[in-house]
């Protein structure tokens, strides 16, 4: 590729992600290696979300996404999403990341009755309603009893008036039955 063919801005405007060690400081443009990835739930890095959810944004970047999203399942990084998803400094992002999770294919089954509840938070719009249903309607199972009652639980509790929303928890409850039912 020649400079003329390159767009200046497209690479100014990645953050690259700084990596220290003891020995290195090391910074990443791309996708955030496994390694760092898998470091994540112990320790969280505000750049490291910065730059995943910049790198799940990039509407002139598809290859990235994808390069991110073999990086998310390769890296089980489940817990990872669901707490980005649940902090509020990352409200406006939560339709990306909600679109991660399934996107990724990652097994979110033990996280079900984080997703239900997220259903009824005040800042899940209906796009992320949307998202939230098709998480839940790609767990494969199977699904802990504790985490199942607990999710039918918080389910039992939550209405909606607006017919679309009435419409997936008509189908989120048969996804519900169904994790109920013996194999």
Same mark, same amino acid.
């Given at each position: =590729?020649n400079?003329e063919?390159q767009?200046?801005?497209?690479?100014?405007?990645?953050e690259?992600?700084?990596?220290e060690?003891?020995?290195?400081?090391? *910074?990443? %443009?791309?996708p955030?290696p496994?390694? @760092?990835?898998e *470091? !994540?739930?112990?320790? &969280?890095?505000?750049?490291l979300i910065?730059t995943?959810i910049t790198? /799940?944004? $990039?509407?002139?970047a598809?290859? /990235?996404?994808d390069?991110?999203?073999?990086?998310?399942?390769?890296?089980?990084?489940?817990?990872l999403? !669901?707490?980005v998803?649940? =902090?509020?400094?990352? +409200?406006?992002?939560?339709? +990306?990341?909600?679109?991660a999770c399934?996107?990724?294919?990652?097994? %979110?089954?033990n996280?079900? $009755?984080f997703f239900?509840?997220?259903?009824s938070?005040?800042d899940?719009? $209906?796009?992320c309603f !949307?998202?939230i249903?098709?998480?839940?309607?790609?767990?494969?199972?199977?699904?802990?009893?504790?985490?199942l009652a607990?999710?039918?639980?918080?389910f039992?509790?939550?209405? &909606?008036?607006?017919?679309?929303?009435r419409e &997936?928890?008509?189908?989120?409850? =048969?996804? /519900? @039955?169904?994790?109920s039912?013996?194999?």
């Amino acid at each position: =590729m020649n400079s003329e063919d390159q767009n200046p801005t497209d690479e100014e405007n990645i953050e690259p992600f700084i990596h220290e060690d003891a020995e290195f400081r090391t *910074a990443f %443009f791309g996708p955030v290696p496994d390694k @760092i990835i898998e *470091a !994540v739930p112990q320790k &969280f890095d505000r750049k490291l979300i910065s730059t995943l959810i910049t790198q /799940l944004t $990039d509407q002139n970047a598809r290859e /990235l996404k994808d390069e991110v999203l073999h990086t998310l399942k390769t890296g089980e990084a489940q817990k990872l999403l !669901v707490e980005v998803i649940a =902090m509020k400094e990352y +409200v406006k992002h939560r339709q +990306v990341l909600l679109a991660a999770c399934w996107e990724s294919g990652l097994d %979110f089954s033990n996280h079900l $009755d984080f997703f239900i509840a997220l259903l009824s938070d005040k800042d899940t719009n $209906d796009l992320c309603f !949307v998202e939230i249903a098709t998480i839940i309607e790609e767990i494969p199972g199977p699904i802990d009893p504790k985490i199942l009652a607990q999710a039918q639980e918080i389910f039992q509790k939550t209405t &909606f008036e607006e017919p679309l929303k009435r419409e &997936f928890m008509t189908s989120i409850s =048969m996804i /519900l @039955i169904s994790f109920s039912a013996p194999k």
